[in-house]
């Protein structure tokens, strides 16, 4: 049920960092500043697990088994360098990619320091997870991280139409929400949080709080995004969200579980903001690549930091890489 192969744990202080870093977007043809901007991150976040929040790679540049490898050798080499356990969720640039997802989730796991691991061969997506933190001594679980693959995009669902065509369907005159064509998540999925949060919570006794890990936002971000005093968002929220072409019903399920109280999400670059809608905190973590587009000032990833005496108040913040470029340790 837990996924971990590292165990994870508070440090002795009770702290525990994550740094979520998406869209490196990234090939073997990489740009330098993308790799430093990574090894950036860690020197000076310092973080104790790293999520790879989506469209790591960029698919239209990886046709083959050895082209993802030669990828993952070069961005993978600064966790493995400095033993920073790490996961990862799919985006829909790593579904691009000339290579069964399945076969992409077992490259990505026989790499160092990875403790991704596919919880449910059964449900859609390659990257569904839960990572389980303990407390300091290793026997409590206080806090989950969970991952969800938000798969590919709208042109995967073409059979659930008459005429074969979804984009037909949904590319209507009057869009009020600005919706993606972006696949997003399936109720297998949802089923599979639901079933595992339940059991989660029957075998501690008790609802462990936690952070979702997810590329393409879900709906409601749209209602923050469009309200930003009353969400009271802070940070950049000038570019479309773009989120998944249906509400998957994800939100109401994590307010009826009661345990995710934080989501965070990639996908557009100039986005990099945090705001509260119904009690959850909805963030959004820019780019940490540089090949990519984006506003350069903004690149970089987002921190959460836990504590084992409140680890259902955790804080966060944004992390930049520009001007830690030139210092960085490769």
């Not at 994870?8 to 993308?34: P, V």
Request: aromatic letters at 12%; proline letters at 4%.
């Amino acid at each position: 049920m837990n996924t971990a192969k590292i165990k994870l744990r508070f440090s002795d202080k009770g702290n525990f960092r994550i740094l979520m870093m998406s869209d490196i977007q990234e090939s073997a043809a990489y740009d330098e500043r993308s790799l430093r901007s990574v090894c950036a991150m860690l020197d000076e976040a310092k973080p104790d697990l790293v999520i790879w929040g989506g469209d790591n790679c960029y698919g239209p540049e990886i046709h083959s088994y050895d082209d993802l490898r030669a990828f993952l050798d070069v961005f993978t080499a600064p966790m493995i360098k400095r033993k920073i356990p790490w996961a990862h969720v799919f985006g829909n640039h790593d579904h691009d990619v000339e290579l069964d997802i399945a076969v992409q989730q077992e490259l990505y796991e026989s790499y160092p320091f990875c403790v991704s691991a596919h919880t449910d061969a059964s449900v859609h997506g390659k990257s569904n997870f839960v990572l389980p933190i303990y407390d300091q001594t290793g026997e409590e679980v206080l806090f989950h991280v969970w991952g969800m693959d938000t798969n590919n995009n709208c042109h995967d669902l073409n059979h659930l139409v008459p005429d074969g065509n979804l984009y037909k369907n949904i590319d209507l005159d009057n869009n009020p929400i600005h919706i993606g064509y972006w696949e997003g998540l399936y109720f297998d999925q949802l089923m599979w949080y639901w079933n595992t949060s339940c059991a989660l919570e029957n075998l501690y006794g008790r609802k462990v709080p936690g952070l979702l890990c997810m590329h393409i936002a879900p709906l409601e971000y749209e209602m923050a995004y469009a309200n930003p005093e009353q969400c009271v968002l802070n940070g950049h929220y000038d570019e479309n969200l773009s989120p998944s072409v249906f509400n998957s019903g994800l939100f109401s399920e994590l307010l009826q579980r009661g345990d995710i109280q934080t989501i965070c999400c990639g996908h557009t670059h100039y986005n990099d903001f945090e705001g509260m809608f119904c009690g959850i905190r909805l963030c959004w973590d820019a780019c940490a690549g540089y090949r990519c587009y984006g506003a350069d000032d903004r690149r970089g990833g987002r921190i959460f930091d836990i504590s084992a005496d409140d680890p259902w108040n955790l804080h966060t913040a944004m992390i930049r890489t520009l001007p830690l470029l030139d210092k960085a340790e490769i």
